[in-house]
């Protein structure tokens, strides 16, 4: 998959510096981004929602899906009776949903383009889209429940004063658009890789062919293989590891097994090779 709003960088500082492009926010005088990030480890990548990925008459499954989780998980499971929440903790334990998994951070997003030893021959990507632009594309009813509170995303309480089902929601526009919402903080993993959830007001739209003619709402970086394993060495270098985004004995054990992983791909930054050559 190639977009017309891909930036391919070909340094660690240049990554940075993409990165972090158009995050200087004037009103606050803070650097705060406007953007939402999600890595990948494969550029060709799309944006498919797991529920999407189920197949079948998927759309017509959602319901059933989500009824049949309530019924035998169990009842502390949720923090509380919202389909919001319902449905951010079916994401979280790997049940199809029609929400997607982003974050804040665009480290985090850089940890899981780089992860994938298997793919570390593969170009990885960054998804980036700007949140705050994305909001006129909502209802009026949606766009003013986060402009009462000054905020980019929503709550859970929020989304509960715009719909209280997922039918209700879906019916809010004739024209389909995209919200993100803040998980509620079911545990550290969440937290510590400061999550978010985007989710399509159709569980058949699928967010990048919504996005394709709307350039000014994303851009991508491209993450050549050949930067990838300096990318991932400097994550560690900085903390950014499984041992702390996916906190217990399952991430420590990923992060050791990737961590001493021999290089057996001999794959060098462009100018490395040339020198090399």
């Known amino acids: 998959m190639h977009t017309p709003n891909d930036i391919r960088v070909n340094s660690w500082a240049e990554l940075n510096e993409v990165a972090f492009q158009d995050s200087w926010d004037e009103d606050l005088g803070r650097f705060r981004t406007p953007f939402a990030f999600r890595g990948l480890s494969d550029s060709n990548y799309d944006l498919k929602t797991s529920l999407i990925r189920l197949g079948g008459p998927y759309d017509r499954l959602e319901g059933a899906l989500l009824r049949n989780f309530k019924k035998y998980a169990h009842r502390d499971t949720s923090p509380g009776d919202s389909i919001w929440n319902w449905l951010a903790v079916a994401q979280h334990h790997g049940l199809p949903t029609r929400l997607l998994d982003w974050t804040n951070s665009a480290y985090v997003a850089m940890h899981f383009a780089t992860i994938s030893l298997e793919k570390i021959t593969t170009d990885g990507v960054i998804w980036c889209i700007d949140v705050r632009k994305a909001q006129r594309w909502m209802p009026t009813r949606v766009r003013e429940v986060l402009r009462e509170q000054s905020a980019n995303f929503f709550q859970v309480e929020m989304l509960s004063r715009v719909a209280s089902t997922l039918g209700e929601f879906d019916n809010l526009s004739p ?17 510590n890789q400061f999550a978010l959830f985007s989710m399509m007001s159709r569980p058949t739209a699928v967010l990048d062919q919504w996005l394709a003619d709307k350039p000014e709402l994303y851009h991508r970086i491209i993450i050549p293989a050949a930067l990838k394993w300096e990318v991932r060495d400097k994550l560690d270098l900085i903390n950014i590891t499984e041992r702390v985004l996916f906190p217990g004995l399952d991430g420590l054990c990923g992060w050791l097994k990737r961590y001493y992983s021999p290089r057996h791909q001999n794959i060098l930054p462009d100018a490395a090779q040339q020198t090399a050559d």
Do not use: G, M, Q, S
């Not at 024209?175 to 937290?191: G, N, W």
């Open 175 to 191: 024209e389909p658009f995209v919200i993100f919402f803040d998980p509620p903080a079911l545990d550290e993993r969440i937290t």
